[in-house]
């Protein structure tokens, strides 16, 4: 039997390393794209103040890049280390879009990236300036196919169960890729990736503004990053409401454990803005209801129903009825391959034969689970709600925040009037950590919300952990701890310290601009 | 046209070209990879001073990072055309590849955040964060190519969930320690070479004399560890199974293991004793071009790794991952793949960007051509 232990342990430390990776990613994603638009403003106009500007923040962008690099590592290869019965049950699906992520993608940005950093001085303006670019789309592609993969997780399309394989498999490419879900989230993401990196030049700008220190180099900066993360958090709600609207249809159980609708209403649904979650007499205490708007979120339309979580539970039931059946037939086809009648009933049932496995937890045989069993098993196929709650509340909180303030931060830069209205900046500066956890809590939302899948009603979470021991997992989870820890306060100091220097200012001693550890003068650069 | 085609998207093809492209990825992460991991081995050996140590990790710094990219892109194929070998080999060899890991992590913020502080006890911690960087995957590697060699223990329930009865412990024997090292004396040779490449002087004469003694070694190892196969480890045969063409059911088949079968493919094709020669003919010739023609004695080098790589390879050719606990649930090339749809989908995604993945490469390396020198790093903002 698998150990609980080894369950929860593998879910914890997948967490650890997924959200540890994803506090590097998004600064990427967005400070790629921000630096090939300043190196484009540079190569266009020749002023010499958006190269340094590259250079800066191609500086803080190295530091954050180095840990995003060696963390991905980390996730490229633990899904075969633990969680292998996944791998094996799925990898012919899930396997295809991140072997293309290296193919296409990965290799593209690692490759030029090293020429971003040391071929100022070997190449054109132009061909630097290509180089930058790639590197954004080698950033922006890799997360399109991680995206894509993810997508399958919550809603597997192009796909079918072989139970001569014991596994499912491929039927179709362009389903798992065009995938509303996964298409929707790939845009969310690298917009909030896009986010990330304007408030991090911003609120660094701002700084500088405040302290009245490269002025000139700041106030290019802060516009710029007022431009693009406006836009970016515009396109960031957007893709936002898009998704729900997708969850509405797809993922219907995530939507109502993230706005807690234990009950279905009659349409047009209320959407609850805060309350107390009791999981366990599934009802929410003391809320504050603003009638109607969930309905419109989630079906834009007065008259479709939201389903409620307890009626979800009851379909649960149902459908787990259905997979044992599925599952008694599987057992019949893997007895005996040519025995064509149980193959038949197994391909109408297939869909719920996750429901099935879902009830294996209790009942190892599957086929002779008690009601009890069954019931218990319906239950648990809805996921946590409060943390989902909560967790998506400080997402939005965060974004219309964020929004504000880029919309004032544009408008005051646009004015000319950044240097006067110093509470803008200050505003600016407090914002910096607000993209992070908005990233963070997204996570949690999807991922958490996709609970007790790991592959959405195909295959429970339980069942898709490595055997190992929990010995093996304590060794790798308290490593991970102590050296991602370690990484972190290293980086963290690194970042601070060289934002706090600045950059080298043009008529510097040319020894102010040695960064990478020469300890004599730097010659200027012949670009 | 169109035969060759249907023959070349058959099943049975597409599984033996997906063995070829796994060969291909793995070698190439040894060649570009390998000699970046020998660099970082050499790190502390080959350079006494802080600038020394700055030539070095410079001579690779533009390009590791493109590098590392081929042991991402070998974990990615391998869950994408053998499934069933990435969940069994990757959780099976869960504490060594968690090394691996932890090992691999600190080589980027090695690179980037080594030079970035002038304090000498700081370069030094990272240095040492290098040196383990390289040092650790590079022998990791072997003594999981020997333990491949010797079969692993595991097996499949009838829910075909992977058991492992092993430990990490088990994993260090003997022959698996001296496969290891193999590879570790393989990728520092083979770092040695791209440094008398790239280095010039005082660096390069020591560069040199550590090329000399990790080819010795190898040479020695490589050959130890085939007469080792041949008298002391039992190779695997398969006495029947479903069929080239059948779905991937590793449970469907039988297996016999018998002293020499590790052999039984060079004495059908006695044409293939040319690859483990053509490794000792590779490591002999970048001993002596080394002095002359550093750039073909880099090809020479990496051949002698393509071509150790590929006798293990061919010596096991169909199994993949045998087992030592439940022969029969051995994993081999016919039944550890994915779909027929999607071995086709990563062939085509396969021929469509690794070629341009080398060409952009080669770009890469020729912009970055020339030998990295102190005075270059010494009076440098683009440098680490």
Not at chain 1, 263 to 270: F, K, V
Not at chain 1, 314 to 340: F, T
Not at chain 2, 168 to 175: E, I, K, M, R, Y
């Amino acid at each position: 039997m698998i150990s609980d232990t080894v369950v929860e342990l593998s879910r914890l430390q997948f967490a650890a390393t997924a959200l540890y990776h994803f506090l590097f990613v998004p600064l990427t994603l967005g400070l790629s794209f921000l630096l090939a638009i300043m190196e484009s403003v540079y190569v266009m106009t020749g002023n010499e103040i958006y190269k340094q500007m590259t250079k800066f923040w191609g500086k803080l962008f190295g530091i954050n890049f180095a840990l995003g690099v060696a963390t991905g590592i980390t996730m490229e290869f633990q899904f075969g280390m633990n969680w292998s019965y996944y791998s094996q049950y799925v990898g012919d699906i899930f396997g295809t879009p991140l072997a293309i992520e290296g193919l296409m993608a990965f290799f593209l940005e690692s490759t030029f990236v090293g020429l971003f950093f040391f071929g100022w001085d070997r190449l054109s303006k132009v061909k630097h300036l290509g180089v930058t670019w790639l590197v954004a789309l080698g950033s922006n592609f890799s997360a399109l196919w991680i995206l894509v993969a993810n997508g399958w997780m919550q809603y597997p399309v192009g796909a079918e169960f072989n139970p001569d394989t014991l596994r499912m498999e491929l039927t179709s490419f362009a389903q798992v890729f065009f995938s509303p879900v996964a298409q929707v989230k790939f845009v969310h993401t690298v917009s909030a990736g896009y986010v990330t990196g304007s408030c991090f030049v911003l609120g660094i700008s701002a700084w500088y503004l405040l302290k009245r220190r490269h002025i000139a180099f700041a106030q290019r900066s802060f516009a710029i990053a007022a431009a693009f993360g406006l836009a970016s958090t515009l396109s960031v709600i957007t893709l936002g409401d898009e998704s729900g609207y997708e969850l509405g249809h797809v993922q219907k159980v995530k939507l109502a454990a993230i706005e807690a609708m234990w009950e279905t209403h009659p349409p047009p649904a209320p959407f609850t803005v805060v309350g107390f979650i009791d999981q366990e007499n599934m009802t929410t205490n003391h809320a504050i209801e603003i009638p109607w708007l969930m309905g419109l979120i989630a079906t834009r339309s007065l008259t479709e129903p939201v389903t409620g979580l307890k009626d979800l539970v009851a379909e649960h039931e149902v459908r787990i009825r259905s997979g044992m059946q599925a599952y008694a037939a599987l057992q019949s086809v893997r007895a005996n391959p040519a025995d064509a009648q149980a193959r038949a009933a197994l391909m109408e049932r297939q869909r719920d034969l996750g429901y099935g496995l879902l009830v294996k937890r209790y009942a190892p045989n599957v086929v002779d689970a008690t009601d009890a069993q069954i019931a218990r098993a319906a239950r648990d196929a809805i996921p946590l709600v409060a943390p989902l709650f909560w967790a998506f509340r400080v997402m939005v909180g965060c974004g219309v925040f964020m929004l504000l303030v880029f919309v004032l931060a544009l408008v005051s830069a646009s004015r000319r009037a950044i240097m006067r209205q110093r509470w803008v900046l200050k505003l600016a500066i407090v914002m910096m950590p607000m993209p992070w956890i908005a990233s963070e809590m997204g996570w949690i939302v999807a991922e958490l919300g996709r609970q007790p899948w790991t592959v959405a009603e195909v295959l429970p979470t339980w069942i898709s952990v490595s055997s190992l021991t929990v010995g093996d997992l304590v060794f790798s989870l308290v490593g991970f701890v102590l050296l991602y820890t370690a990484l972190l306060v290293v980086e963290m100091y690194l970042m601070v310290k060289f934002a706090r220097k600045g950059p080298a200012e043009p008529d510097d001693a040319p020894g102010h601009a040695v960064v990478l550890g020469a300890d004599a003068p730097a010659e200027p650069s012949k670009a | 046209m169109s035969d060759a085609l249907t023959f070349l998207m058959s099943y049975e093809t597409l599984r033996v070209v997906w063995w070829l492209f796994l060969g291909v990825l793995l070698i190439g992460f040894a060649i570009m990879d390998g000699f970046d991991l020998g660099v970082g081995v050499l790190l502390p050996i080959v350079a006494r001073t802080d600038d020394e140590r700055r030539v070095l990790i410079n001579t690779i710094g533009p390009t590791w990072e493109g590098n590392q990219v081929w042991f991402v892109l070998g974990g990615g194929a391998i869950f994408a055309a053998f499934p069933l070998i990435y969940a069994a080999a990757f959780s099976g060899f869960f504490v060594a590849l968690i090394l691996v890991l932890f090992a691999l992590i600190l080589r980027p913020v090695g690179f980037d955040y080594r030079s970035k502080l002038a304090n000498p006890r700081w370069r030094s911690m990272w240095d040492v964060c290098l040196f383990i960087g390289g040092f650790v995957p590079a022998l990791v590697f072997g003594v999981a190519f020997g333990n491949l060699l010797l079969g692993v223990p595991f097996r499949y329930d009838e829910a075909l969930r992977v058991h492992y009865d092993g430990n990490f412990f088990g994993l260090l024997n003997p022959f698996a320690l001296l496969v290891g090292v193999v590879s570790l004396s393989l990728l520092v040779s083979h770092g040695a070479v791209f440094l008398q490449l790239k280095t010039v002087g005082e660096l390069r004469a020591r560069a040199r004399r550590w090329h000399r003694i990790a080819g010795l070694v190898f040479v020695a190892s490589f050959a130890a560890a085939g007469v080792w196969i041949a008298f002391g480890v039992d190779g695997y045969r398969i006495a029947s199974f479903a069929g080239t063409q059948a779905g991937s059911d590793p449970l469907a088949k039988s297996v016999v293991v018998e002293a020499g079968a590790w052999f039984a493919n060079f004495r059908a094709q006695p044409v293939l004793w040319l690859i483990p020669l053509l490794a000792f003919a590779g490591a002999g010739a970048a001993w002596w071009l080394a002095s002359r023609r550093a750039g073909w004695a880099f090809v020479a080098s990496g051949l002698a790794v393509a071509a150790t790589i590929l006798t293990a390879g061919v010596a096991m050719f169909p199994f993949m991952m045998p087992s030592n606990l439940m022969p029969s649930h051995s994993l081999t090339v016919w039944d550890s793949t994915s779909s027929l749809l999607t071995l086709r989908w990563m062939f085509w995604m396969t021929v469509l960007f690794l070629p341009l993945i080398i060409l952009y490469t080669s770009w890469v390396f020729r912009v970055m051509r020339g030998p990295v020198t102190l005075e270059q790093v010494r009076g440098s903002d683009t440098h680490y």
